[in-house]
């Protein structure tokens, strides 16, 4: 890197807000082009580095002066900071400060610095999202104030850096911090999503040995509701936590792949669907569970009514015993003396003409 030497410098912006132009006092106009969110080429004269990288990782810097040709090799750390340059000449040391001001072990050091940032060779500081806004290592603090702050994404803070916790965060563009949220956003839905599925397989199987021992209609239609909606949670459960597991080896191979979106709006969806279907689920079960106990309370209440009202029982008649022998043949009716039966009655005849004499007796002494 070529640090310039001048009173002033004028800087050149598109109509993106892209800085595509440094012009140095006395010095050739310096260009820069870019790649997304990062440096591609710098060209200057008859001198050019270009960067080269796999998605966002960094592998190195081949540089042109004339027709001379240099190729340096980059190692970096998690956040794109270069740490070791190595070159034909050998390898040189970069450290930083958590905010990014740079040490090198000889030289001027590489292009490309803290987090993988280029570095104004005028003032030393680094133009973030290319060229957007200047952020001082020195004073950990942009020059500029966020136009996001206070109520957006930029926080209250308008010049701090990435929420003072550069460790963590980065901000790439210099509008807002770049929070690693959907790595734990996918890892919470992955749990849920296995937790889900474990209960809808659960209540799914309880609801299928209730289903085998109802026998009220509307029971079984609640406990096969209860059967489908925790099959469909199990499926999606799991089939979430597979998403899940998918975007985060995408994420570890490709952390810009477009693929990730698509990814974490299905692993949300199937959470939905997985935790609707183990309610659901756990709804009929409880339905079925309701209208068993209520039938249940029913027959116990119709069998005590039967049990209470008993009808009596009815004896036969007891057969009278005759008091004479039976008629043969041979025998004389006018000996014979009546049975139990007729003599009753000839008696109860008696009685009635006695009191029927005495109730004539009783008019005529009125008259």
């Not at 050019?48 to 090799?73: I, K």
């Not at 570095?119 to 020195?138: E, M």
């Not at 003396?337 to 005529?364: D, K, S, T, V, Y």
Request: aromatic share 6%; hydrophobic share 40%; proline share 6%.
């Amino acid at each position: 890197m070529e640090t310039f030497n001048c009173g002033s410098c004028r800087y050149r912006y598109n109509a993106l807000d892209q800085l595509t132009g440094l012009e140095p006092v006395g010095q050739a106009t310096l260009q820069r082009f870019y790649r997304l969110e990062h440096l591609a080429t710098e060209i200057q004269g008859l001198c050019s580095q270009s960067v080269m990288q796999q998605g966002t990782q960094l592998l190195a810097l081949q540089s042109r002066e004339g027709d001379n040709f240099n190729s340096q090799l980059l190692a970096t750390d998690q956040q794109r900071s270069v740490l070791r340059v190595t070159d034909p000449v050998g390898p040189v040391q970069q450290v930083y400060t958590a905010y990014g001001h740079r040490r090198v072990d000889q030289g001027l050091g590489s292009l490309l610095g803290f987090n993988g940032e280029a570095v104004d060779p005028v003032t030393g500081h680094y133009l973030l999202g290319n060229g957007h806004r200047a952020f001082n290592p020195v004073l950990m603090r942009f020059n500029s104030p966020d136009k996001l702050s206070p109520f957006g994404r930029g926080g209250l803070n308008s010049y701090a850096y990435c929420l003072g916790n550069p460790v963590n965060f980065r901000d790439p563009t210099g509008q807002a911090t770049e929070q690693s949220w959907q790595p734990w956003l996918v890892v919470a839905l992955s749990v849920l999503n296995l937790v889900s599925a474990g209960v809808g397989l659960f209540s799914m199987r309880l609801a299928f040995k209730d289903l085998k021992v109802t026998s009220v209609p509307a029971s079984a239609a609640a406990s096969k509701k209860a059967v489908h909606a925790g099959a469909i949670a199990t499926v999606t459960g799991f089939a979430g936590a597979g998403v899940g597991v998918a975007r985060a080896g995408v994420n570890a191979d490709d952390p810009n792949s477009t693929a990730l979106d698509a990814l974490l709006i299905a692993a949300v969806a199937l959470s939905f669907i997985s935790l609707a279907g183990t309610i659901s689920s756990a709804g009929f079960r409880s339905q079925g569970y309701r209208l068993n106990k209520a039938a249940a309370q029913r027959a116990s209440i119709n069998q005590t009514t039967v049990a209470a009202v008993r009808i009596p029982r009815v004896r036969p008649p007891r057969q009278a015993r005759p008091s004479a022998p039976p008629l043969t043949p041979h025998a004389d009716p006018s000996t014979l003396h009546p049975i139990g039966f007729e003599r009753l009655m000839r008696i109860q005849h008696g009685n009635n003409a006695q009191m029927q004499h005495a109730l004539n007796i009783r008019r005529n002494h009125h008259l």
